[in-house]
């Protein structure tokens, strides 16, 4: 690891440039985010628990060690619409205590109240038949990627839970709510950038990565830059996984490798530090194309620092 780390390139350096395929698939893919992070795999699962632990770690009591696909008792609202999860997940954490977990990137309508329906869905499949079940509900956890904005600020990360209303403290631990809208991810990221900032970034920009910069270079990344090889895929996932991107994302993202899905919230939300970051490499001379590609700015934003 310390030897790939030493010839890791810049974040700069790693990018791929306009009309070139990049070597990894879009986790935004469903195909994609389920071969990356499938629990049923020893590499993969280890993905899934590096990602849990990192998102979920303010509201866990305890870190997870493993996870298995839970199998959904019933679709208690009769719907094809309310059973949308990519995973379903039975997790372990380190003192044996269990926990239920449902993980959504697709795009929802009526989206925080989706979710709090998917908990609650999650909460009624524990039930038990006959008269000894004792309401031994397990926490749930609903973990949401919002492909478009949600909450009108410029938090990327909203986590909610039942509290008391007068003290604040948590009423019961059944319900809990991780949202990150990925359209306020800016494309930028730095080595001291925490472990859920480098998380949503892979998350919104890994496609457009031709290799793992040295910013990212710690070993849960390199996992899942490697699990995440578009070249892992069999002929016919790399043919649905070209039909399921198709239909998710215009045609000329996937021709140029450019994700713009979410082009105009970038440029609305894109943080202070990057256009400073942008501001110190014009005034170090580098040319305002490579940090138009760099930081996500239009080039007209970077002529007028």
């Known amino acids: 690891m310390e030897q790939q780390q030493k010839h890791r390139k810049s974040f700069r350096d790693c990018l791929i440039k306009t ?46 060690r493993n996870v298995m696909t839970r199998s959904v008792a019933k679709n208690l609202s009769g719907s094809s619409e309310s059973r949308s999860a990519i995973f379903d997940l039975h997790c372990e954490d380190d003192a044996g205590n269990l926990i239920e977990i449902e993980v959504q990137i697709r795009k929802l309508k009526n989206f925080r109240k989706r979710l709090a329906f998917y908990a609650s869905e999650m909460v009624a499949n524990q039930a038990e038949p006959g008269q000894d079940w004792r309401f ?16 009108d600020d410029d938090r990327i990360v909203h986590r909610a839970t039942v509290t008391d209303l007068e003290t604040g ?8 709510f991780t949202t990150i809208e990925l359209s306020k991810v800016p494309f930028f990221i730095e080595a001291s950038s925490d472990s859920v900032s480098k998380w949503l970034f892979f998350f919104r920009f890994l496609n457009r990565l031709k290799d793992l910069p040295v910013e990212l270079a710690e070993r849960k990344f390199e996992l899942l830059t490697e699990s995440s090889k578009v070249s892992n895929l069999s002929k016919e996932e790399f043919k649905d996984y070209l039909t399921m991107y198709h239909k998710e994302w215009d045609h000329n993202a996937m021709v140029e490798g450019v994700f ?16 400073e970051t942008a501001k110190s490499l014009r005034m170090q001379g580098v040319a305002d194309s490579i940090i138009v590609t760099a930081t996500g700015l239009t080039e007209a934003e970077v002529k007028a620092l």
């Open 169 to 176: 403290e948590q009423f019961v631990d059944t319900y809990n």
């Open 136 to 151: 031994k509900v397990k926490p749930t956890y609903v973990i949401a990627f919002a492909r478009h904005e949600v909450f």
């Open 19 to 64: 009309g070139e395929d990049g070597p990894f698939a879009n986790l935004l893919v469903d195909l994609a985010f389920k071969k990356a992070f499938d629990p049923d795999k020893p590499t993969s699962r280890e993905n899934l628990i590096n990602l849990l632990n990192d998102l979920l770690e303010p509201q866990l009591k305890r870190p997870i």
């Open 260 to 275: 713009e899905e979410f082009a105009d919230e970038i440029n609305a939300k894109i943080s202070e530090k990057t256009r």
